[in-house]
């Protein structure tokens, strides 16, 4: 009778999971444009007796015994989306479910973690004696690293001492995240006729300091990120063909990995350049948690692996140790025709609560 039950309950998880996905690919939630995916969220809660707080487009609730003299484990993960790219030839805001997958915008990224970490905190929720409180943070603006998302609201959320980030891992554990940082650059040079020699000339000396960084090593290597890697993402001078430009501007995609903070991987970018750079910012930074921290050993526990992201999230912007776990594939994210796998949902409610039940 016991596994019947059981059984009956992860049935019940895995719809009401497919249920609210099917309802959140319907809505555009495009970033800064999330409120009526955030009001479907707080809908969802409220069907289940459980009371949200909001922030902006950021829906965060806690469980029902909540303690404050607890420390927090926070489930967290995002409800905007890119915008369709043009090679899709399905409606990305239809939910089109065929032969075990469901298909739609934010079906993998990162839908699936959302409404399997929903369903893990439903289960969670009532229990008594946990050594840690349990808060779900369901946040916006993920897609364009905004400021009015997690890095907002963090500050508003009660003792959080471990995070668990939910984004398409295959459920397997990243305990290192890379940073990110863009670089803007500018090298100088003498304008003038192209009829007429310039040994000064800007787009030339741009290409040969180009060449150089993007021929350096950096010293350190990450045992689980590798190394940093730097590429070139845009270039642009001149407008005439007969004229040689006063400057040549260029745009560094930086992956900075656990070694380095941001601010000593533009520095030592700089130290190697002779152009004039300029960070965007230096506030994405990469992210580690070490092999032995009690949620990793859980993960391990029940035959997850380890690896280290080279995509970036909102773990980037959480200041607190995290780990990023989720259902779905990374490489399906932002591709034509996203879908998630149901059996992927299943399974990722399943883990999320077989990790948390040796934690909390």
């Not at 607890?70 to 065929?98: C, G, M, R, W």
């Not at 190697?272 to 960070?279: N, V």
């Given at each position: 009778?016991?596994?019947?039950?059981?059984?009956?309950?992860?049935?019940?998880?895995?719809?009401?999971?497919v249920?609210?996905?099917?309802?959140?690919?319907?809505?555009?939630?495009?970033?800064?444009?999330?409120?009526?995916?955030?009001?479907?969220?707080?809908?969802?809660?409220?069907?289940?007796?459980?009371?949200?707080?909001?922030?902006?487009?950021?829906?965060?609730?806690?469980?029902?015994h909540?303690?404050?003299?607890?420390?927090?484990?926070?489930?967290?993960?995002?409800h905007?989306?890119?915008k369709?790219?043009?090679?899709?030839?399905?409606?990305?805001?239809?939910?089109?479910?065929q032969?075990?997958?469901?298909?739609?915008l934010?079906s993998?990224?990162?839908?699936?973690?959302?409404?399997?970490?929903?369903?893990?905190?439903?289960?969670?929720?009532?229990?008594?004696?946990?050594?840690?409180?349990?808060?779900?943070?369901?946040?916006?603006?993920?897609?364009?690293?905004?400021?009015?998302?997690i890095?907002?609201?963090?500050?508003?959320?009660?003792n959080?001492?471990?995070?668990?980030v939910?984004e398409?891992?295959?459920?397997?554990?990243?305990?290192?995240e890379?940073?990110?940082l863009?670089?803007?650059?500018?090298?100088?040079?003498?304008?003038?006729?192209?009829?007429?020699?310039?040994?000064?000339?800007?787009?030339?000396?741009?290409?040969?300091d180009?060449?150089?960084?993007?021929?350096?090593?950096?010293?350190?290597?990450?045992?689980y990120?590798?190394?940093?890697?730097?590429?070139?993402?845009?270039?642009?001078?001149?407008?005439?063909?007969n004229?040689?430009?006063?400057?040549?501007?260029?745009?560094?995609?930086?992956?900075?990995?656990?070694?380095?903070?941001?601010?000593?991987?533009?520095?030592?970018?700089?130290s190697?350049?002779?152009?004039?750079?300029?960070a965007?910012s230096?506030?994405?930074?990469?992210?580690?948690?070490?092999?032995?921290?009690?949620?990793?050993?859980?993960?391990?526990s029940?035959?997850?692996?380890?690896?280290?992201?080279?995509?970036?999230?909102?773990?980037?912007?959480?200041?607190?140790?995290?780990?990023?776990?989720?259902?779905?594939?990374?490489?399906?994210?932002?591709?034509?025709?996203?879908?998630?796998?149901?059996?992927?949902?299943?399974?990722?409610?399943?883990?999320y609560?077989?990790?948390?039940?040796?934690?909390?």
């Amino acid at each position: 009778m016991q596994e019947l039950k059981s059984v009956y309950r992860k049935n019940e998880l895995l719809n009401n999971a497919v249920e609210l996905l099917k309802k959140l690919i319907e809505i555009p939630s495009f970033s800064k444009d999330e409120y009526n995916t955030s009001v479907e969220i707080e809908s969802f809660f409220k069907r289940h007796q459980i009371p949200t707080n909001r922030f902006k487009n950021n829906i965060w609730a806690v469980n029902k015994h909540f303690d404050e003299t607890k420390p927090s484990v926070l489930l967290n993960t995002h409800h905007d989306t890119v915008k369709p790219n043009k090679a899709y030839t399905l409606d990305p805001f239809l939910a089109i479910e065929q032969e075990d997958k469901l298909y739609g915008l934010g079906s993998n990224d990162a839908g699936a973690s959302l409404v399997s970490m929903a369903q893990a905190f439903l289960h969670f929720y009532e229990k008594e004696s946990l050594k840690f409180n349990l808060i779900i943070a369901l946040t916006a603006e993920e897609e364009i690293s905004g400021v009015d998302g997690i890095e907002a609201l963090f500050p508003q959320l009660p003792n959080v001492e471990f995070a668990v980030v939910g984004e398409p891992t295959q459920m397997n554990l990243a305990i290192a995240e890379k940073g990110l940082l863009v670089i803007d650059g500018e090298m100088k040079g003498t304008p003038s006729h192209a009829a007429h020699p310039n040994t000064d000339n800007s787009i030339v000396k741009c290409l040969e300091d180009l060449q150089t960084i993007l021929n350096f090593k950096f010293p350190k290597v990450s045992d689980y990120l590798g190394e940093v890697k730097i590429t070139l993402s845009g270039i642009h001078a001149g407008i005439q063909h007969n004229v040689v430009p006063e400057a040549c501007h260029f745009t560094l995609d930086v992956r900075v990995t656990d070694e380095y903070t941001n601010k000593e991987a533009f520095e030592i970018i700089q130290s190697q350049m002779k152009s004039t750079l300029t960070a965007r910012s230096l506030r994405l930074n990469s992210s580690k948690i070490r092999l032995d921290h009690p949620f990793v050993q859980a993960g391990l526990s029940i035959g997850r692996t380890t690896y280290g992201s080279p995509t970036s999230s909102d773990q980037a912007i959480i200041p607190c140790t995290s780990v990023k776990l989720g259902p779905g594939d990374s490489r399906r994210s932002h591709t034509a025709d996203e879908f998630i796998e149901i059996h992927e949902i299943e399974e990722g409610i399943d883990i999320y609560i077989r990790i948390l039940e040796k934690v909390l």
